[in-house]
């Protein structure tokens, strides 16, 4: 029978072993075992990522090279046996590939960012291809199957 001295959480509720700031018979009162002063002992800390403790960080030691074309363009791509999976799957109804319907169909999953056609693959399907880019041998490829090709840049 369980008395109000006795009673006790149920197994597994309780996840914390310490409670900390509870007085010093606690044994974890004063400090709450954060030490003494310093930023760490302080409510709400948070250390930067790399921080080494005030030594100069890997990251600022390492010599910096390389360079980032700012004006990139990166450009989704989609090869032409894309196409054709697509295209025996009934998904361009009128024959037709754009950006927005490959948007629509989950086959490219920016919608602002430019959709190029790659030439992996054989297609056999008649499609009118619009897209912003295209590589030669896909165009090639597109055309002897009979679809037309159009770039929108």
């Known amino acids: 029978m369980k008395h109000i001295g006795n009673l006790s959480p149920a197994v597994g509720s309780r996840h914390k072993k310490k409670r900390v700031g509870r007085g010093a018979g606690s044994g974890h009162g004063g400090t709450s075992t954060r030490g003494h002063k310093g930023h760490q002992s302080r409510s709400g800390f948070s250390q930067s990522p790399g921080f080494e403790g005030g030594q100069m960080s890997l990251k600022r030691r390492l010599p910096k090279f390389g360079f980032t074309n700012i004006n990139r363009i990166e450009y989704q791509e989609i090869n032409v046996s894309v196409l054709q999976k697509l295209a025996d799957a009934k998904m361009f109804p009128d024959g037709t ?7 629509k169909i989950g086959a490219v999953r920016k919608r602002l960012r430019p959709v190029k056609v790659l030439g992996n ?3 056999t399907a008649k499609l009118n291809v619009a897209v912003d880019k295209i590589s030669a041998s896909a165009k090639q490829k597109i055309e002897l199957a009979g679809g037309a090709v159009s770039t929108n840049g």
């Open 97 to 103: 590939v754009n950006n927005e319907v490959l948007y």
């Open 121 to 123: 693959g054989e297609i």
